[in-house]
């Protein structure tokens, strides 16, 4: 018997909620497998002989009071022999007795383990933290020998490498460097010389030597597609672009290397010229957007056209060749062709913020400027160091806990969270479920090592993960929680928040809490209101029983009221915004969650403006370091992180809750119908009313709904029903991955499959609600082309099936989603 695929498991799985196992379906059942073991041998009935005798009377109260005593003394004997057995068997060895103790450990919470592992931080452990990033391969080899010290909990401690191709400029006996030259005689204006700090470049299939002279020159910022957009939307096109180079400025914390050589190919580029970045320069994302509409028609052929809207185009077999020089040098060439043309637009003050040589660009009339590159294949080796906390009761399923290798500040952070949870697994807690640290490798090579180990590893994965955290950045600031990732974690995030301390000071310590509607539902807040009073008389025992109810009163904030005051700042008191935002794609937890289906989170600590509720729009504004983060910001972050880590491995239901998601989609819906009103309009005919639109997620969000009041309704002690509730909890994200890839970013290997949220053609580092119908409605002109319109029937056809599927699957019925593996 073939094993049943993922999507069939779920479709089983949640089916089974509805299934209340009442008594009267067992005893039918029951009678059904009686009827079926008698055979039918179709013989005919014969009646009942009649007497042909007589016999005399006989009483019938002997054989009843023998019956009885003989019954009386069957049941006394039995009685007497388990009595018997019950002394005779020793108290740790009863069957029934161990599995109720095992039924009892795994569905019993101790909540004073948090308080434990949270006391267990110490700022004094970070006081010498500093930002400094260490080679990959030294951390690696660090980390792997600090893990395997800790061998008495941490199990499979593993250092496992890939192989991968990259191209490095070859050796200083072959030139690497720009020229300007005079046009007319090729006389040699500028010679500059390729940055000698740069070494490893980028993948070998993408950068070719060569020498190219160019004719035109074009600065597109950071090269993210809201650059490039800014540049269509001043009506800049390329000319000749075989013969043009780009230059881009590099910042990695932006825009990957590899996405900028991405984009180069992608506009067809001949060259592209990275530099570093001013070190003064700030960052302002824009909004502007270069529609799927206007890319689509620069196509001209219907096969192309086909194929764009397929997601089908890429340039896998156009390489480009790759140059990287200092600031002041580009700064040094843009200056010489200055005088080449007055017309060339200056760059938009979201660009730069101080005054600078570089502009727009364009074509180059009296000189020309030629690059010469000399690039040489190397295979290295990029490492991945894995360790283990094995669960007891569901050892099975895990959940992963990632950061970026060299990164010493997560890896300290990691590191003082293994060792919270080493000492309280010694002082005899367990567990339930199995905890995976992963320290990655090829970050600047758009997550390598995450792909390569997720593609090897897709069917343990697709079977065993409950979720991933990404700690990501770490701390970029030092006051606010910025949360991207599944809606799935809104409750759990917002309790921890509630629960771990705030690392900033205040004036005051008595303070009225300004709460603004979030998805948290009321009896949530009930319920952490007397989970607060039953923690802070944990935390305060030393003081007297007549200040008791002044310390609930007047305890310190938390990271709940720090992310409270940032909200409030930036949307206003009457407005709701979630604790958890939209994921960005600019993340390992965006690959977990928008290809595999798993439900992921991304963790930082930054300044309050990072906080946004631009939903079509990444407002990235860069973060804003203080010289010296306080030991007590790294404290509270290194808490929130073991807390959401103990709540989904410790506690007997996975702490997601489906609530949240369905106000996240009822959210989005109305969102997106305002922003995408007009559009509708020029399609309505082919895609049908937005009333159906509407309806069909309304009837998403109810099906949600309603089983998360199943949920509610399960009683915490019953294991074995919560077990079954935990499996349809795993699969609820995987649900919504489609086996068709989103047409969307440029990136050719980028294919995310995630229904309901995804990337935005025209936008880098953006996700965008619906992103199936998103694209193509975008920008959509008020006649558009027959074609387009029949593609926005298609895609919402699909969108829709996938949707009716998820409901059919949710409400119990066969549906079942199609997911490639």
Known sequence: MHQLANEEKAALLLSAVDSDGDGDEDENHLRTNTSLNVPDDKFPVVAKRPK????????NAHPLLCFTLVLGAFILGCLSGVIIMLYRIPPDSGQRSSSLNLLQAATNVDLTIRTKLLQSIEKANFTNLTRSIESENDAANKLHEKWKSYSSVLTRVNKLTYDINLSQYALSTQWSGAKLLDSKDG??????NLLSTENILSFSSFIKSGEIDGNSIYYVNYGRQEDFAYLFKNRINFQDRQKSIVFMRRQRTIISQTEQIHQAIYYGF?????????ENSQTKTTNDRFPFYQDWVRYTSFQERQNFLDGTINNENHS????????????????LVQTDSNKWLTCPTEWTHTVTALKIGGTLSTTRIRLVVNVEAIKIELPVVMSSIRGISDPDHF???????????QSRIINEIIEAYTNQIKNGWKPKRS???????GLDYDHYTIRRWLSDNSRFVDKNL???????NGILGNSTLNLHGSPLFEQVAYQTADLVPSPLEHNHTCYHRLVPTTTVSSNEEHHHSHERKRRDGDEHQHHEEENEKQAVECESHKLLDEWNRASNNQIGLNKALGIVQTIDIDSSAALFQLQYGIPSILIEMTEQQAVTNDTFYAALVPPSFERKLQPEVYVAYTQFVSEIIRRLVDEPLISFNLTNYAKQIDKQVDEYVSHYKREYGSVGSHIGRINEFIETFNDLTKSIQALQLHINQISQSDYFQLQSINKQLIEFERLFISNDQLPGMNSIDKKYKHTLIGPAYGLTNTAVPFPLLSNILYGIPEDPPTELCDSSKLFWSKLKKHIHFVNRTLNGFDGLVDKSK
């Not at 042909?52 to 009483?59: A, C, D, E």
């Not at 006389?187 to 500059?192: A, G, M, P, S, Y």
């Open 399 to 409: 959940i992963m806990v990632g950061y970026q290798l060299g990164a010493m500040q």
């Open 320 to 335: 480009i060749s790759v140059l990287i020089l200092s600031y002041d040098d580009v700064e040094r060439i843009f200056r």
């Open 52 to 59: 042909t005798y007589q016999r005399h009377p006989i009483s």
């Open 466 to 472: 409950i979720a991933y955290l990404d700690i990501g």
């Open 435 to 441: 905890i995976l640290f992963c320290a990655w490798s």
């Open 270 to 278: 001949a060259a592209l010229v990275l530099f570093d970045d001013n």
């Open 187 to 192: 006389k040699e204006l500028l010679k500059v």
